[in-house]
């Protein structure tokens, strides 16, 4: 096995969807067509094990190991020196990482998606987090600066270190007899804002459009919630759309205010579900 092994993994939601993007070197996952029966049984058989006694464990988080700990100080070095906030550590995709390290470690495999394993997205919802975007990336290595240094050298797995859009991140590293299975989850954590401070944070995004914000929403969240389907006496417009981020307009959505004639808005949000896995903001724009 070679001193240093990467692959990556990228997943976004997009405002109708999520959209998944990957890349990865030559893959170290075994060929099922050519293992014979009684050898697939067994291999299954111990995958099954393993995510049932992890499932079991699961409600815990563990404590964190020494290389974990260099593998987060390292990454949040390199952010610094680029000019990035440092990511927060997050013990849900610390668990989901844990558990991911620990059956390619059981497996003596590196790949993203292990036979018979939930992907990504399932593994982080499992593990309890919200977010609104994710991205992984897994390494074999004999040292955490190693594996680091790997990673910085490699296009993908730097631009998921340094990506501006992540937040938060769960690193786990687990020692076999040759080396470092290591996994970082990413992640832009979903905030659970108010209704009141989202509405806020649109109205200003939409005051620095040239756009006139007025500070009654209770219309506006009652279009949101699809209980006032018509403007009443006023003529105007209504757009209702979701997202992940506040902090900026969606591209689509900026397109559509512009063909708007009306300069005067009001802003309205509603509640959505607190389930873990992507989740979204959802905002009604009463134009008039």
């Not at 405002?15 to 990957?22: D, F, H, I, L, P």
């Not at 995709?93 to 997205?121: V, Y």
């Not at 209770?218 to 003529?235: F, M, N, P």
Request: aromatic share 6%; with cysteine; charged share 20%.
């Amino acid at each position: 096995m070679k001193n240093f092994v990467p692959h990556l993994a990228v997943l976004g939601a997009s405002a109708t969807n999520s959209a998944k993007q990957a890349a990865a070197p030559q893959s170290r996952a075994r060929d099922f067509s050519f293992v014979p029966r009684a050898a697939k049984v067994s291999y299954l058989l111990a995958v099954l094990l393993f995510l049932v006694a992890a499932s079991a464990a699961q409600a815990q988080t563990p404590p964190r190991n020494e290389s974990e700990r260099e593998l987060f100080e390292l990454l949040n070095h390199d952010r610094v020196a680029n000019g990035l906030p440092e990511l927060k550590w997050d013990d849900a995709l610390f668990k989901a990482a844990r558990q991911h390290a620990l059956l390619m470690l059981n497996l003596n495999i590196l790949e993203h998606q292990l036979p018979d394993e939930p992907g990504l997205e399932e593994r982080i919802t499992a593990a309890g987090a919200r977010f609104t975007n994710i991205a992984e990336n897994i390494a074999f290595g004999k040292d955490p600066a190693t594996i680091h240094n790997g990673w910085m050298r490699s296009p993908g797995h730097r631009a998921n270190i340094l990506s501006p859009r992540v937040t938060s991140v769960g690193i786990a590293a687990v020692r076999g007899t040759a080396g470092l299975f290591a996994v970082q989850d990413f992640s832009q954590s979903f905030a659970r804002e108010s209704l009141e401070q989202q509405e806020k944070q649109v109205s200003a995004l939409l005051t620095a459009k040239g756009l006139h914000v007025t500070g009654v929403p209770d219309d506006a969240r009652k279009s949101c919630e699809g209980s006032l389907a018509v403007l009443g006496a006023r003529s105007g417009a209504l757009i209702r759309f979701e997202t992940g981020d506040l902090s900026e307009i969606p591209t689509d959505l900026e397109k559509k205010i512009r063909r708007e004639p009306y300069r005067n808005v009001s802003v309205g949000a509603c509640r959505t579900s607190e389930a873990a896995g992507f989740a979204r903001y959802k905002i009604a724009l009463l134009f008039f």
